[in-house]
């Protein structure tokens, strides 16, 4: 096991805290339509918009806002035209800090994630100097009490690539393209999936023991979270499980 999934794993459980149920269906809508436009309006044919879809049905976004979403994507309906943007930085203490974002106004965007950045005690980064740190994968997590023996069969007979615990999860990390399918035979083995997504993973992590700078670079994330046009925010952030259950 890598042991470079740990935000997911940690992302995963914040999101569960502190998501804001109306900015989180604008968001799961905004990548359903996005993901349509680019690949197409037939989940069957197009992983990522399958990926998306189940997504906001595990937030409850209704199936009928999921499917006016696809044909906003398509073009069967009139919607906004969504830019697909990434912005790089670093936090406190050298933590590397990658941002998706769906924007209609870049020059609206960039200046607000930069100035995010600044006031929390970060810094904004050049194109491609925190991007290399960072891997596309599918990641899959289930309840940690499902037996490891059981969870690590069903995933890698699917086409996973890890499986990682941390006592409350299991984490599974797969290739993008086959996410629904390692989600699939996890259910058809009678394995509940708490939620499925893709996500960006980091080759290295940066491990703090001081609360105090730990909360700080949460902050940071939080806020840029909120903005409206960020969908993810990713960071190789490494917090130990002793100070990840502190923070609630």
């Known amino acids: 096991m890598s042991g470079h999934s740990k935000w997911a794993t940690i992302k995963h459980k914040k999101g569960a805290a502190d998501a804001k149920r109306g900015k989180l269906f604008a968001k799961l809508i905004r990548q359903v339509e996005v993901a349509a436009k680019n690949g197409g309006g037939d989940p069957d044919m197009n992983p990522t918009l399958r990926t998306m879809f189940q997504k906001a049905r595990d937030a409850s976004v209704p199936i009928d806002t999921i499917e006016r979403a696809i044909k906003r994507g398509t073009g069967e309906l009139d919607g906004v035209n969504y830019e697909e943007v990434t912005y790089e930085g670093y ?111 980091a080759s290295s992590t940066v491990e703090l023991d001081d609360l105090g700078q730990i909360k700080g670079i949460l902050k940071l994330i939080d806020a840029l979270e909120d903005h409206d046009d960020v969908q993810d925010v990713y960071a190789n952030l490494d917090i130990p499980e002793e100070l990840m259950a502190q923070l609630g």
């Open 91 to 201: 936090a406190g203490h050298g933590v590397a800090v990658f941002i998706e974002a769906l924007t209609d106004n870049r020059n609206r965007t960039g200046p607000e994630i930069k100035s995010t950045f600044s006031k929390l005690g970060g810094s904004i980064a050049e194109p491609g100097s925190v991007a290399w740190q960072f891997e596309r994968k599918g990641v899959v997590i289930v309840p940690g009490s499902v037996a490891e023996d059981d969870v690590m069969m069903a995933a890698l007979e699917a086409g996973a690539d890890d499986v990682e615990g941390s006592g409350e999860v299991w984490t599974i990390t797969c290739d993008p393209q086959v996410t629904s399918e390692v989600r699939s035979a996890l259910e058809e083995a009678g394995i509940t999936v708490e939620s499925s997504d893709l996500t960006m993973i």
